[in-house]
């Protein structure tokens, strides 16, 4: 089956540090570039990230540059999400996203998401 | 920053209806606009992508349009399964790729 698992999301202090992965299965991972996009509690999407297929060129919204860090290891079938120094606006499901063959931006296969809540 | 304003934020109606949704780029994004569908709690899922083009195993009562700045999503006869909410999205060619508003279509 064609599928994107998240993972790794939970409670953390402002300041703290979480990393979220994103596990695929069913398709040649190596061959896609992948997003993460998040979600604010009763609120609408927000892109988050991006990388290429062979991680050369990545891509961040601009109120995560230099705290979150998108990777990914293509011999595992995974992608990651390591955020830094997190806020209680960074507070969202985040969901990882495989990117459109055709349509850099738009993603054709969505993970379930991993809730992420920053709180003291 | 590529701003897409989606309007109306939320709507009523019925099984059988036409439902129409706009979006509004607030610069030339030739017809880099796709749409997504929500439901509650579950991952977003991709109808139409390139303004026009329809998703694998998308309904055909699905209908994409425009070009440049201004794009509409209409839904010709409203299901049952198709009460959620709608997000449009421009994926120009500079980032950040981002999302309207969001659009609730309920009973």
């Known amino acids: 089956e064609v599928q994107l698992v998240d993972s790794g999301g939970g409670l953390v202090q402002p300041g703290g540090s979480l990393r979220l992965s994103c596990a695929a299965s069913?398709?040649?991972?190596n061959r896609w570039n992948m997003h993460w996009v998040r979600q604010a509690p009763g609120k609408g999407l927000e892109?988050?990230?991006?990388?290429?297929?062979?991680?050369?060129?990545?891509y961040y919204i601009d109120s995560v540059k230099g705290r979150f860090t998108i990777s990914r290891d293509n011999g595992k079938n995974s992608l990651y999400l390591e955020m830094n120094n997190l806020r209680d606006e960074d507070t969202a499901v985040y969901f990882c996203?495989?990117?459109?063959?055709?349509?850099?931006?738009?993603?054709?296969?969505w993970g379930r998401g991993t809730l992420v809540t920053v709180s003291s | 920053d590529i701003r897409v304003t989606q309007s109306p934020s939320s709507l009523s109606a019925s099984v059988g209806d036409r439902v129409t949704i706009t979006c509004r780029a607030s610069?030339?994004?030739?017809?880099?606009l796709n749409w997504y569908q929500q439901k509650p709690g579950e991952a977003p899922s991709l109808l139409i992508y390139g303004a026009s083009s329809l998703h694998d195993d998308v309904p055909s009562r699905f209908r994409g349009s425009g070009s440049g700045t201004d794009f509409t999503l209409t839904i010709s006869s409203l299901q049952p399964e198709d009460f959620a909410s709608y997000y449009c999205?421009?994926?120009?060619?500079?980032?950040?790729?981002?999302f309207g508003q969001g659009t609730r279509v309920e009973v």
């Open positions: 892109w988050v990230s991006y990388i290429s297929s062979s991680s050369i060129t990545t």
């Open positions: 610069q030339n994004i030739g017809n880099y």
């Open positions: 069913g398709f040649t991972f």
């Open positions: 996203a495989r990117g459109h063959p055709i349509v850099a931006g738009a993603s054709d296969l």
């Open positions: 999205q421009q994926s120009y060619n500079v980032v950040p790729w981002t």
